[in-house]
């Protein structure tokens, strides 16, 4: 048990540290995106995997909605990864008791990603403190017992950015939060993937 403990509290500092990394690398302008075709609804899949367990102690449902057929993403798939983590841990973290729904859509040729929940939500004051770096919305609002860094959403605008997307935030409290990536047309790979597996 104390194995345990020490083995978790040294996951949460090596996450702590790498936020800050990346945070610095974003502002030094030193992240370089590694892009490729990326298939969103498997890497929806792989990312709703690591976070059902403490999704599963807050008694969270965790549910995904992907348009069928819908075209791969031209991105980094660690920063998409990345953004779609730090996304449902933190619905996960504001939830409890409730659902939280992953949402991937073609949009006027737009790919949207949505991730929205049922949880405490917050109001105008609270989404410009969560993304200040290091902000933190008041405590008594979470139901998970750990705490987050505060870096979650700045990394995630940052992340979306630099794939020329835009992130937005619709919240009230005490209905949910719905947070939208949508990125840009261009990024969008209409081309269909037996084409292109073909022209391989």
């Known amino acids: 048990e104390y194995a345990s403990h020490v083995g978790d509290s040294g ?3 090596l996450h702590i540290i790498n936020d800050v990394l990346d945070l610095a690398k974003v502002e030094a302008g030193e992240i370089r995106l590694h892009e490729a075709p990326v ?3 498997l890497l929806i899949n792989d990312t709703a995997a690591l976070v059902r367990p403490p ?7 965790l549910a995904t909605q992907v348009d069928r057929n819908l075209p791969n993403l031209m991105g980094d798939e660690l920063r998409i990864k990345q953004i779609l983590l ?3 841990s933190n619905a996960i973290k504001f939830t409890e008791d409730g659902l939280v729904v992953t949402r991937a859509e073609l949009v006027d040729g737009c790919i949207c990603l949505t991730v929205e929940d049922s949880g405490k939500g917050m109001n105008e004051a609270d989404i410009e403190v ?3 770096p290091f902000g933190q919305v008041e405590n008594e609002m979470l139901t998970s ?3 987050g860094t505060g870096l979650g959403l700045p990394l995630t605008r940052s992340m979306a950015e630099l794939h020329q997307a835009t992130m937005l935030i619709d919240s009230d409290k005490g209905k949910g939060t719905r947070v939208r ?4 047309p261009e990024r969008t790979l209409l ?6 597996a073909a022209a391989g």
Not at 55 to 61: L, R
Not at 181 to 184: H, L, R, V
Not at 191 to 196: K, L, M, N, Y
């Open 145 to 147: 017992p750990s705490e």
């Open 39 to 41: 298939d969103l609804a």
């Open 86 to 88: 730090n996304l449902l």
């Open 181 to 184: 990536i949508t990125f840009p």
């Open 191 to 196: 081309i269909a993937r037996d084409s292109v």
């Open 130 to 132: 969560a993304l200040l």
């Open 11 to 13: 996951e949460h500092l």
């Open 55 to 61: 999704g599963q102690d807050a008694k969270v449902q």
